[in-house]
């Protein structure tokens, strides 16, 4: 089955620096567009980054853009997000997901829980 762990979270100060990782098992991981999608206290799922399938190409949500730099490596099944500056609306708490769709991985259609298949999460705290 689908398991996604995710690792690499934790609390940093504002503009600091962190990555995320997330290795991937029980399907062909080089055959699926992943994404980074996040959920602040409060709030709904915010999709934040996608990749397709060879990393060519990246989708980042406005608000990251600049910021964050999504990447994968097929030969360990790795998904990565590397997160500069970080500032503290970015805390939340991080999914590596496998969207159902392309166009969720892309940030084009909503996410619901039933969207994508997903890693258990990691915290991501900004403050000082």
């Known amino acids: 089955q689908v398991q996604l762990v995710e690792s690499g979270g934790g609390l940093v100060l504002p503009g600091g620096t962190l990555t995320l990782s997330c290795v991937a098992s029980?399907?062909?991981?080089?055959?699926?567009?992943m994404s980074w999608v996040r959920q602040a206290p409060g709030k709904g799922l915010e999709w934040v980054s996608g990749i397709d399938l060879p990393g060519r190409d990246t989708y980042y949500a406005d608000v990251v853009k600049g910021r964050f730099t999504i990447s994968r490596d097929n030969a360990k099944n790795t998904l990565s997000l590397q997160m500069n500056d970080l500032k503290p609306e970015d805390t939340a708490l991080y999914y590596c997901a496998r969207p159902q769709s392309t166009t969720r991985a892309m940030g084009r259609a909503p996410y619901l829980r039933d969207s994508a298949d997903w890693g258990q999460g990691v915290q991501v705290t900004v403050s000082s």
């Open positions: 029980g399907f062909t991981f080089s055959a699926s567009w």
